[in-house]
């Protein structure tokens, strides 16, 4: 892959499909001068394509991998790269062999997933709503349960569906106890259900229920984190690797990146602008419970942590 | 020149409390047996003739007419017991008095009594040894037919417990039976309690092994979380020791089970009665359990042994590790846990926020018109939760190879169907049935000989009112095809009603 002249047109007999249609011309290196022709732009608009299909891995694709070594190179191809990325509304955030060109959508791209599109109970029912971004927001919190993981480069997360409900399900029982021992009710008032405690709209939701084609019950809990998982899973960013305890998973590098410089400053920020400032001393505060804690766990569902 | 045998200590037969309570039990229940056995060894000491008496038999027959003949609250009376005797007595020396039958009937009631003793019993010695392995010799006093106050100050007879459990129950068997043993075995198993014992056994050890391995489970899950959430310096090396001790020692009892309760579970096949079957279901569901047990034992222990390598990796990624560049967020301790007791309003806003930036992007879907139509009129993928359709098996139409045709067998069934009270040669029917099919000779001798053995059993069982029988009295057929016995074919007719009824007594 020295030479990419002279391997050029070896990938256009590969792909002759895509030369002729895609490029009007075989793509060749920036002019001399900085100048942009057509099939530079042609090239990086293809490498963003590239990005668009999350579950592509450049390993497996010579002539991806062949254009992000040339973003890496070339800083000028990167530039335009960049630039046809930001115009379709799309964040760069990384661009490497591992996790490819891993881009991100805008608030108001195309690209975007709007929530109402994920599930359509979620557009009249602001329980759900909040309970789908939750599944959402325990998958990752679970896939990289310590502030070390979530910046190493080379971790590997791993969840299991199951396990996500029950590690929800047993931080909501505690916050319920707290609420016990300090003598609340926390029966919310029936004309205000928005100012309901959110853990009580979790725990009020059965974990799952019986269908009559045994597939998972969508409205229960596991199957809002199933539903998460597997639309993770779409977006590449995570990969299943069996059915046990509802379904095991591992994350990609694209996911870290995403949780890392997305959703997680995003939320943060969101969650500051409500008043809230979460203290961290840059440690885990997953922690396995005291010795004797048994509270009850759903089935295989394991991982009893505590706050 | 020392035998070298003797110099040998000897060892000694697997002392302790488990072992010889069998041994015990037996022991007693052969000695209720002995003073049936002195009866005819004593006979001789009796002054006259009585070697023709089988005293062994009278003394059962005494105890089983005081079983059968005592009731709730009183017993049977003494003088109908002999009288009742007294027939049996007589059959066995017809030329005797009657007087001395009488005799022999009451001597053996009184000696089953044994009113030469002061107590009226009877006294055994076994030995056993106890828990701290020291022999002891036990004396075991027991009565065999025992004498209770009834009405009026009249005495009644009744059999012990003992006689009833040893003479009437234990000794009421085929003793060569290898089915019989084999469901006694199973039997003495369960009365004992062992297999119940064994069950609760197996059944709380795996309750353990569970156990276990959802702690080890929780652990190493924790482990790869944050390895210094977990104390790898005690706690969880005891743990693995521990339940690597609890392996070890239950695979061996369990293995042990298995091999004996499967062979009881295998031999006690014929479920005559429901007592047999449901020894039988409880030995299979042991079996089910123990399997269950070991498979999680060697499961559990497979994964005791992978935790200490789990542990060392991840102890060189997590602390050996460069510390990273970048911090990266808490996501439970600042997303999570401050978010959920929020009210919901507002949780939602955070949440909201990490979906919109967390779940990636999807490309939009454009659609031209004219694959718009295609795509609407595109019925439904019908879900496939039936699973993969069946192939259409491949069915050979294989060649009636028959001997007889079906035809043949229904004239063969009229010929046979003869009324109960008037059976037929075998002779006859073949001289008729030649008549009428030159082939079917054969299968009326093939059935009618098939009838020499006819399975009572399974018309018992199936409730059936007629049985076709043949029996040989020594003619000689006289055929010019087949040779052999001129059986007497015939018809019995069978109490389906009343085998109906013993049938449910008996279950």
Redesign the interface.
């Known amino acids: 892959m020295s030479d990419h002249h002279a391997e050029h047109p070896a990938w256009s007999e590969r792909h002759p499909a895509w030369s002729e249609a895609d490029t009007p011309s075989a793509p060749v290196a920036p002019a001399p001068g900085g100048t942009v022709t057509p099939a530079d732009a042609a090239d990086a608009a293809r490498l963003v394509a590239f990005g668009?299909q999350?579950k592509l891995l450049p390993a497996r694709d010579a002539e991806y991998a062949e254009l992000l070594r040339r973003y890496r190179e070339d800083p000028a191809f990167g530039r335009l790269a960049d630039a046809v990325a930001t115009g379709l509304g799309?964040v760069v955030l990384e661009v490497s062999a591992r996790a490819g060109m891993a881009?991100?959508?805008d608030?108001d791209?195309?690209?975007?997933?709007r929530?109402g599109?994920?599930a359509r109970r979620t557009a009249a029912d602001?329980?759900d709503?909040?309970l789908?971004?939750?599944a959402?927001?325990?998958v990752?919190?679970l896939a990289?349960?310590?502030?070390?993981?979530?910046?190493?480069d080379g971790y590997i997360g791993?969840i299991t569906v199951n396990?996500v409900d029950a590690f929800?399900r047993q931080?909501?029982r505690r916050?319920e106890e707290r609420a016990e021992e300090l003598g609340e009710n926390t029966d919310p008032a029936s004309d205000a259900?928005?100012?309901?405690?959110?853990?009580?709209?979790?725990a009020r939701r059965s974990s799952t229920g019986a269908t009559k084609?045994?597939?998972r019950l969508a409205g229960s809990t596991t199957g809002i984190v199933g539903k998460a998982a597997a639309?993770?899973t779409?977006?590449?960013?995570l990969q299943r690797t069996g059915d046990d305890s509802g379904g095991t998973y591992r994350t990609t590098p694209?996911y870290q990146l995403?949780?890392?410089d997305?959703?997680?400053?995003?939320?943060?920020?969101?969650?500051l602008?409500?008043g809230?400032v979460?203290v961290?001393d840059?440690?885990?505060?997953?922690?396995?419970p005291p010795e004797g804690d048994d509270l009850e766990l759903a089935a295989d569902a394991?991982?009893?942590?505590h706050? | 020149m020392t035998l070298p045998a003797q110099a040998l200590p000897l060892s000694s037969p697997a002392p302790g409390p488990a072992a010889d309570e069998g041994l015990a039990r037996r022991l007693r229940a052969l000695a209720c047996t002995a003073p049936l056995h002195d009866l005819d060894v004593r006979k001789a000491n009796l002054a006259g003739e009585y070697g023709g008496y089988a005293m062994a038999e009278v003394a059962l027959a005494a105890i089983d007419l005081v079983t059968l003949n005592m009731d709730f609250d009183t017993g049977a009376d003494h003088e109908q017991i002999v009288a009742r005797l007294l027939p049996r007595v007589a059959a066995q020396a017809p030329d005797r008095p009657a007087a001395e039958h009488e005799r022999v009937a009451r001597w053996v009631l009184e000696n089953l009594i044994n009113v030469g003793s002061v107590d009226r019993g009877f006294r055994a010695i076994y030995g056993t040894f106890g828990p701290d392995g020291v022999y002891v010799r036990r004396d075991y006093d027991f009565k065999l037919i025992e004498e209770v106050p009834g009405y009026g100050g009249a005495v009644y007879l009744r059999t012990t417990d003992e006689a009833v459990n040893v003479l009437v129950g234990a000794l009421d068997t085929d003793v060569t039976s290898a089915q019989i043993a084999a469901e006694v075995k199973l039997e003495v198993l369960i009365s004992r309690g062992r297999l119940a014992d064994a069950q609760l056994a197996a059944e709380q050890a795996r309750y353990r092994t569970v156990q276990y391995a959802?702690t080890l489970?929780?652990?190493l899950?924790?482990t790869?979380?944050?390895v210094r959430?977990?104390d790898w310096l005690q706690a969880v090396p005891d743990m693995i020791a521990e339940a690597l001790d609890h392996v070890a020692d239950r695979y061996r009892h369990e293995n042990a089970i298995l091999t004996n309760i499967r062979k009881a579970r295998d031999e006690a096949d014929a479920v005559l009665d429901s007592k047999t079957a449901e020894n039988k279901r409880r030995a299979a569901e042991l079996v089910d359990i123990v399997k269950d047990c070991i498979r999680r034992h060697t499961q559990l222990q497979s994964r005791l042994l992978d935790a200490g390598p789990l542990f060392r990796a991840e102890q060189d990624r997590?602390a050996f590790?460069a510390?990273?560049?970048?911090?990266?967020?808490?996501?439970?301790?600042?997303?999570?846990?401050?978010?959920?007791?929020?009210?919901?309003?507002?949780?939602?806003?955070?949440?909201?926020?990490?979906?919109?930036?967390?779940?990636?992007?999807?490309?939009?879907v454009s659609v031209r018109v004219a694959d718009l139509v295609e795509i609407l009129l595109t019925p439904p993928v019908e879900?496939e939760?039936l699973g993969v359709e069946m192939p259409e098996p491949d069915l050979i139409a294989t060649p009636d190879d028959s001997r007889f045709s079906e035809e043949q067998l229904a004239r063969a069934m009229e010929l046979l169907d003869l009324p109960h009270d008037a059976p037929r040669r075998l002779s006859g029917l073949l001289a008729q049935a030649r008549r009428a099919d030159p082939d079917l000779p054969y299968l009326v001798a093939l059935l009618a000989v098939h009838a020499a053995s006819p399975a009572v059993g399974t018309a018992y069982r199936q409730g059936e009112e007629r049985l076709l029988f043949a029996v040989d009295d020594g003619t000689e057929l006289d055929d010019p095809e087949f040779g052999g016995a001129d059986l007497i074919v015939g018809t019995a007719l069978l109490d389906a009603a009343g085998m109906a009824a013993a049938r449910s007594e008996a279950s």
């Open positions: 668009l999350p799309l881009v991100a959508a608030e791209s195309v690209f975007a997933v929530m599109d994920y602001s329980a709503r909040f789908h971004g939750l959402h927001l325990a990752a919190a990289f349960p310590r502030p070390e993981d979530l910046a190493d791993r396990g929800v931080t909501c916050l259900p928005g100012l309901e405690a959110a853990w009580r709209v979790y084609d045994a597939r639309f993770l779409d977006s590449g960013f694209r995403q949780v890392r997305m959703a997680g400053s995003s939320a943060m920020a969101e969650l602008e409500l809230v979460p961290s840059g440690s885990a505060t997953l922690l396995p394991g991982l009893p942590f706050a | 959802e489970r929780r652990t899950d924790a790869r979380r944050n959430a977990v997590q590790a510390p990273a560049p970048r911090s990266g967020i808490d996501l439970y301790g600042q997303l999570v846990a401050p978010v959920l007791p929020l009210p919901v309003e507002q949780a939602r806003r955070v949440t909201d926020a990490f979906f919109a930036a967390g779940t990636g992007l999807r490309t939009p879900r939760h």
